[in-house]
């Protein structure tokens, strides 16, 4: 009765078919899936001893269901053999590195090859009925038997022992394969581990670092005024000042003539005619220096100011949008493991702070772009652009080993996490919007020997931030 139990995961009936005919001798129990979404549904409620993983299916891939198996303490420790139509020593290095034990190709693949995997694993064919035993009469056949047949006897036990020997040499090889890949796994699962301790630290030290700054900021606002300070007059108080002290001195400069003419009046002859004359002059600049321009209507006041408003704002948001194109010229992001670049997260933060600082009220956009790069794993375990001279059949798109909607995801969750801070008091000033989105240069045609640099050049221009600025109400 078969006490082991074997994972099929394959969209293809044919392939499910045939691996499943080839492990018959080895006495399984054999499920089978089509997906590695129903892979990881199944493994949520069983445990079985091996799994033998297709690469390419619909939805989620075998690389990447690989890679959520061994990242779960539960299921880490399960076998994973990939059964794939790719090959390549490239293709293995890259299963390997994920944590599969080994890569059986679907059209090269044979029972011999499939016995040495599984020996690895310490699963073997049912073993074959022993042959019967010699019969007694063939020790005195031996003892009669001629000097050469003595010698064929003797060389033919040689033969046997050295297979034995082999087979022997074999199996250890096997053994401390595993016994490598067993470890290897451990280590992974390790280091993944104390990976996401960190950036979970990392979060909380930025969020703690957060609150303090926003503690800090709270009292200075709400605190009471206890000193005046006087400011210095603004614009319109300085333009009333200056105006005032025109018309003054007009009226001193006009007094001063008429004082001059009244002296050349009395100097000459003093006739009634001339005092008429000086009257009238005297009179006539009295009521223009007293007149008053006609005020406008308040229709026409308010239709003025809501003008100079609107001019006001147009002029404002060109201003912004100058600042948004001179910051977005250099908005490219350098590629960085799993998360956004910190560098150009401070630099637009600091931009919206001087802003806010000066008086700025309205809307912020910030679009982030994220890239499809060509990566690869080091021995660590940790992601790195390939070397010069790679191809894409040496490495991996990170949308297949992250899942581009989750980079995504991780991105506007650190920026929104970082603008929490913009605020006055209590009332946010400003509203940020922050979304995430795929670059729009278009990628080259994927094929495994065009360079990994090329492709790689795409995604570097894919990957920038982008903000856009609009005043509410001007400032």
Known sequence: MSNKRALIVDDSSTAQYRLKKMLRPFNLAIDIVDSGEAALRYLASNAPDVVFMDHLMPGMDGFRALQIIKSHPETAMIPVIMYTSRSGDVYTGQARALGALDVVSKDTINAADLSKVMAAIHIYPIAEEPESPPPIES??????????????????????????????????????????????????????????????????????????????????????????????????????????????????????????????????????????????????????????PDMPSPALVNATKQNNLLEQKYADDAYLADIAWAFNQSGSLSFNQNTIDPKAVIRIYELLNRLISNGFRGSAWVDVYVGNYCIGINSFGQTQLPAEGATLGDCMLSSEMYGMEQVMQDYSRELNSAFNNLSRGQVKVVNIIVSAKQGEETYPERLPTLEAQEWNEVAQRNNYIELRLESSSGY
Do not use: Y
């Not at 005195?140 to 040499?169: G, L, Y």
């Not at 200056?242 to 018309?247: D, I, V």
């Not at 000459?268 to 009257?279: A, K, V, Y």
């Open 139 to 292: 020790a005195e056949f031996v003892a009669a038997a001629n000097q050469a047949s003595d010698m064929e006897a003797f060389k033919i036990e040689r033969r046997t022992a050295s297979t034995a020997s082999v087979e022997q040499a074999r199996n250890l090889e096997l053994r401390l394969s595993h016994l490598e890949h067993t470890l290897e796994d451990n280590r992974r699962f390790i280091t993944s581990r104390v990976v996401r301790e960190l950036q979970g630290l990392r979060q909380s030290m930025k969020q703690e670092f957060s609150d303090i700054i926003a503690a800090q900021a709270a009292p200075k606002l709400n605190a009471p005024a206890t000193e005046s300070v006087e400011l210095p007059p603004t614009e319109s108080e300085s333009s009333g000042f200056w105006s005032w002290t025109g018309k003054l001195l007009v009226v001193l400069a006009t007094l001063c003539v008429l004082f001059f003419l009244a002296k050349i009046a009395t100097s000459i002859d003093d006739t009634q005619e001339q005092q008429m004359i000086l009257g009238k002059q005297i009179s006539s600049i009295a009521r223009e220096l007293k007149s008053e």
